[in-house]
């Protein structure tokens, strides 16, 4: 996805100097040939690859996560992955050539009556565009669900079986802090599925939505190309807005990272400072010498329990809490 990104980027980034400057259109900057102008087009049709493999991350996250596919399932149709966007996508960039053409600000595919045919702008632009965001929605608003549903569920399971457990114990009534915590976790992981959907697509569609409205109201009026009445705006939201999936991705890839390695040294902050993860102050037993012991053994379970939330907390640094 990244080499596509790369290739279509680039050539996009060439603007008009690849084309034909015998064009019956004069573009400033033109300095190509029919050839070039060719070969600029191919590239730039570069950005269905990406498209798609795009779609194959919203697959992906669909079966792990919300078909519940192992991981050797996964590894059997990796290379579907891989194979399927790069095989459309070069089709669609050979089945362009003989279409390619100036477009003002780079050679691609033009829309009717400047094309004399619908149905190259249909198959490279529109019909990619509108299958990806309609499917890679619907994947990813499915996971969500199945990441909700699932949460709430363990949530009321904690619930319940803390509840029955406090009942039976009289001495622990006030100690509901453990199923708080079970409860915030569960919301927590709740949000970041819910973000992490959110952020995924919405860099889908600040890519991708506005190269499609430029399509249509290039479409839906010709009258307004290369004239003063084009959209500026559209246009330069178009050539900044497009070749950025790549970028986006590596922001979204990276940030629960950063977020996680931050919750895990405040995490840590707070067990040095005696306190728990919440930021209350872990209980002391003030009682007889047997219950003091007692409580001993509980708070270095749940010193274990708090290290043991993070996957980053190693099995040296559980030790090191419990020789403290």
């Known amino acids: 996805m990244s080499c596509a990104d790369i290739f279509a980027s680039s050539a996009m980034a060439l603007s008009s100097f690849p084309i034909d400057k015998d064009s019956p259109l004069t573009v400033f900057g033109a300095k190509g040939t029919r050839k070039t102008c060719q070969a600029q087009g191919f590239f730039v049709q570069f950005f269905a690859i990406s498209l798609f493999c795009n779609l194959g991350l919203s697959t992906y ?7 519940g596919w192992s991981e050797r399932q996964m590894r059997r149709v990796q290379y579907w992955f891989y194979g399927v966007p790069v095989v459309v996508g070069m089709t669609l960039a050979i089945y362009g050539i003989p279409f390619y053409k100036n477009v003002a600000i780079f050679c691609h595919i033009d829309v009717p009556p400047l094309e004399a045919a619908a149905l190259p702008i249909v198959m490279l632009l529109l019909v990619p565009d509108a299958t990806v965001s309609v499917l890679a929605t619907a994947m990813m608003g499915f996971v969500y669900i199945k990441v909700r549903h ?23 009534r006030g100690r509901s802090s453990d199923v ?6 569960s919301l927590q992981l709740d949000r970041q599925v819910f973000w992490h959907s959110v952020f995924y697509l919405s860099a889908f569609y600040a890519t991708h939505t506005v190269q499609f ?3 249509l109201n290039s479409w ?5 190309r290369f004239s003063g009445q084009d959209s500026y705006l559209v246009w330069l939201l178009f050539t900044v807005l497009t070749p950025l999936q790549g970028f986006w991705n590596a ?22 400072n005696g306190k728990n993860p919440d930021g209350f102050p ?16 509980e708070e270095r379970a749940n010193a274990v329990s708090v290290l043991q939330l993070e996957p ?5 640094e559980v030790t090191a809490a419990l020789n403290k």
């Open 282 to 297: 872990l209980e002391r037993d003030t009682h007889e010498a047997s219950a003091s012991q007692k409580m001993k053994c």
């Open 150 to 172: 699932q949460t709430q569920r363990t949530a009321r399971w904690h619930f319940r079986a803390s509840s029955s457990s406090i009942s039976r114990s009289p001495a622990r």
């Open 312 to 316: 980053g907390n190693s099995a040296q």
């Open 251 to 272: 922001f979204i890839y990276f940030r629960p990272r950063f977020l996680q390695e931050l919750r895990r040294r405040k995490r840590q902050a707070a067990v040095n």
């Open 180 to 185: 708080q915590a079970s409860r915030d976790r």
């Open 61 to 67: 996250s669909f079966l792990s996560v919300g078909r």
């Open 220 to 224: 839906l009026h010709p009258q307004k």
């Open 213 to 215: 409205y430029a399509v």
